[in-house]
Structures are given as structure tokens and as C-alpha cells.
């Protein structure tokens, strides 16, 4: 192995009794994309390097993070990446070998395990991380990989297909790969002969006799080598922000409430008034629907439930209708940043049959809430005689709400 290209220079100190180290190779020229260093290209509005350290930092097995740049790059790559963790700063050599050496020298003397990871790669995650560690722990080596999806052909030097590849069995590897310290080391001595042709850590192994497991990765694990690969992490990125973005934002309520029967008092329900039955005893018009579909909306949004927004002991609210109460609602639900995706309500008790007022009641409360008669359905189901519900004595009625947050 060669001796040091150059002094370690740590960014910030690395604590002490290092199992794990990372080493992160970033000293390639990457003439393929073109005049602009790759690594160091914008992407999601960070370098795409700085986004490979990021996943090796939140990475539970990673312990110290060696970073691999171009000699004389150290200033500048420090001052791109802005990093505010850990990182200890060495500078590569020409060919991919000796710059692995050179973190290879650079990591903790305690170090029992070495992952040599790709700057190039910013989607790894930290599972992907962890799942090629693991298997490096049990069997020394391991390096993530995913299988061959296309049919591969050989090609003579003129564009003639010389014969079709079996793609079975065949893997294309990719970086995270960890390697026990010992075994890492006599790779790298013999990568170090012929560095020109050693293109990763695994294939000097693989010549010493030494079994390397594979860790399956994935397609969306993409290297940065071409300007469209750039473009393609960019769209990866911003597919996976929406679906974690979009499911981060969702929120579920659910309401209940309960009346009895007040014979003096008319019957309202989900807005609308039905003529011939008892009403509802409650402070205001005791529209159950209406009232559990507040609680659900107030629970989504985490605003308490309606006696906090209506308490009952305020005279104001005496007598108020549940269309004005849900409008004030929704106003209260739209200025805490939510949107109602979808409300579905349950009338329970023996009568009075909801399906001749179905459409009209989703209507009146659909126009209370300002949304769409689409997003609210509605059913009735009884207790089958038994309790206050089924003596007759009352009504109950339950939302849920499904909701998303609009705002950050």
C-alpha cells in the first residue's frame, strides 16, 4: 500500500472507539458530464456530494465519515458542501484505488469495518447502508448490487453483435461496499499494483479467493456520471418528496355525538329540516351529523373539539343552526392550513330513515363547508333495539374526516 497522499484535515473532531468508518470517494475527475465537477453540481439545492454524506450521517451504523477529494480541493470542497457534521477531509489520487487507500490510512485505528461508498451516488439511503454493513459483519464483504434487467449483448469493434450474454445470474454493482478492515487491506494492496483496472474494491478481493456477498439495491440507487443522470436524480428526488410529502400531510378525524329526543323542539339533521319528527335537546339545534362532522374536522386540524370553538355555557351559540356552525368550522380548518379530502358520516338510531334525504343533506352540508357534495357520503345503520339509541330515546352519529395539510 502507498503511504499518505496527505495529512488528514478534520472538519470537525471524530469521537473516540470507532467501529464503522465510511470512506467516500470523491477525487475522480468525471470528464464524462462535461466541465462542471459533477459532485459538486447543483442537486434538489445541494451538491449532489452533499447528499451521499447525508445518508451516510443518518446511517445509525456510521460512526466517522472520511471524505476522498482532489488534491488541492480541500478549501473548496469544504466551502461547497457547507457541511454542519463530522467529516474528516483527505486528498485522492489518480485512480480510484489510491484514493480508497488514502481514506483507508485516514480512518480510526479502531475501525473493524470500512464501507467505501461512491460521492457519485446521492440516492443511497441508510437502509441500503446498514443492510451492506450487516452482511460485512457476518461474512466480511459485501457489496450493494442489483440484478441485470436487460438483455446484454456483445458487440464487436465495428457495431456487429457478436453474441447474446445470459443474463441470468448477472449483477451490476454499486456502492455502499463493506469489507472487515483485514480483508480490505489486502485488496487495496493489490489494487494498488495495477490501479489503472482495479475499478472497485471487491473485484481485488474476488481474485484473493475471498467470497463478497451481495445486498440487493436498486435501479433508483443511480451513479452521476452524464449530465442526464443529473436530471434523472433531480426527477427521482422530487417524485419521492411528493409521496412522502404527500402522505406526511394527511390527517384523520373522527367525531361522535349523542342527543335525545325533545318532542317540543324540530328535527334537524345534516342541515336539513324533516318535518313530523321530535327534534333533538342540545343548546343549539342539535343536528347530530353536523355536530360529529365539526368534532372530525376539529380533530384533523388539532383545533379541540366543538365545545372548545362553541362552548355551550356562551349564550350566543343558543339556537345555532349546524350550517353555521359547520361554516364557521371550515373557516377555522382552512386558516389552520388544512383541506377536506373526504368526510363520512353514520346516522345511528331506528328512525328516522335517512335515504329519502341522502342527497340533500350531503348537499346542505357540502354548501356549508364549501366543498364539493362528492367528498361527503353518508349512511344510517340502527342498534337493533338495543340501548338509548334502539329504545327510541335518541341519536347518535359518527364522522371521520380524511384531511390534508396545505401549508408547512
Not at 436487460?150 to 453483435?161: A, C
Request: with cysteine; net charge neutral.
Amino acid at each position: 500500500m502507498t503511504g499518505r497522499l496527505g495529512e488528514p484535515e478534520a472538519i470537525e473532531p471524530q469521537a473516540n472507539n470507532i467501529r464503522v468508518s465510511s470512506v467516500v470517494v470523491a477525487a475522480g475527475q468525471g470528464q464524462r458530464f462535461g466541465s462542471k465537477p459533477k459532485l459538486l453540481s447543483l442537486l434538489a439545492g445541494r451538491p449532489v456530494l452533499w447528499w451521499a454524506l447525508k445518508a451516510l450521517k443518518e446511517s445509525p451504523k456510521i460512526q466517522e465519515t472520511i471524505l476522498v477529494v482532489p488534491p488541492g480541493q480541500k478549501e473548496t470542497f469544504a466551502s461547497k458542501l457547507s457541511l454542519d457534521w463530522a467529516v474528516t477531509m483527505v486528498e485522492g489520487g489518480a485512480y480510484r484505488a489510491q484514493s480508497v487507500a488514502e481514506g483507508f490510512l485516514a480512518s480510526s485505528p479502531t475501525a473493524e469495518i470500512i464501507l467505501v461508498h461512491d460521492g457519485a451516488r446521492p440516492l443511497t439511503t441508510p437502509a441500503q447502508i446498514s443492510q451492506t454493513i450487516e452482511l460485512a459483519e457476518r461474512y466480511g464483504a459485501a457489496i450493494l448490487a442489483i440484478p441485470v434487467r436487460d438483455t446484454l449483448k456483445r458487440v464487436s469493434q465495428d457495431g456487429v453483435i457478436n453474441h447474446t450474454v445470459e443474463r441470468a445470474n448477472l449483477w451490476q454493482a454499486q456502492t455502499p461496499q463493506a469489507f472487515k478492515k483485514p480483508l480490505l487491506e489486502m485488496a487495496l494492496k493489490l489494487s494498488l499494483k495495477h490501479p489503472e483496472v482495479a475499478t472497485d474494491e471487491a473485484i481485488s478481493l474476488e481474485r484473493l479467493g475471498h467470497l463478497v456477498r451481495i445486498a440487493e439495491g436498486s435501479p433508483r440507487n443511480l451513479k452521476i456520471t452524464f449530465p442526464e443522470d443529473l436530471a434523472m436524480a433531480e426527477s427521482l428526488m422530487s417524485e419521492s418528496a411528493l409521496e412522502r410529502n404527500s402522505i406526511d400531510r394527511l390527517r384523520v378525524g373522527q367525531g361522535w355525538d349523542f342527543h335525545r329526543f325533545d318532542p317540543e323542539r324540530p328535527l334537524w339533521l345534516g342541515c336539513v329540516l324533516l318535518e313530523g319528527q321530535p327534534g333533538l335537546l342540545g343548546h343549539s339545534d342539535a343536528d347530530v351529523l353536523a355536530h360529529a362532522l365539526i368534532d372530525a374536522l376539529l380533530g384533523a386540524a388539532g383545533l379541540g373539539d366543538i365545545g372548545v370553538l362553541f362552548p355551550p355555557e356562551d349564550e350566543k351559540w343558543r339556537g345555532a343552526s349546524g350550517s353555521y356552525l359547520l361554516g364557521l368550522t371550515a373557516q377555522a380548518f382552512q386558516e389552520a392550513g388544512f383541506q377536506l379530502i373526504n368526510a363520512d358520516l353514520t346516522l345511528i338510531g331506528q328512525s328516522p330513515r335517512v335515504a329519502p334525504q341522502r342527497a340533500a343533506m350531503i348537499l346542505a352540508m357540502a354548501k356549508a363547508l364549501g366543498v364539493k357534495p362528492s367528498q361527503l357520503s353518508l349512511k344510517a345503520t340502527t342498534t337493533e333495539k338495543m340501548g338509548f339509541v334502539g329504545r327510541g330515546e335518541g341519536l347518535a352519529a359518527g364522522a371521520t374526516v380524511l384531511a390534508q395539510k396545505t401549508t408547512i
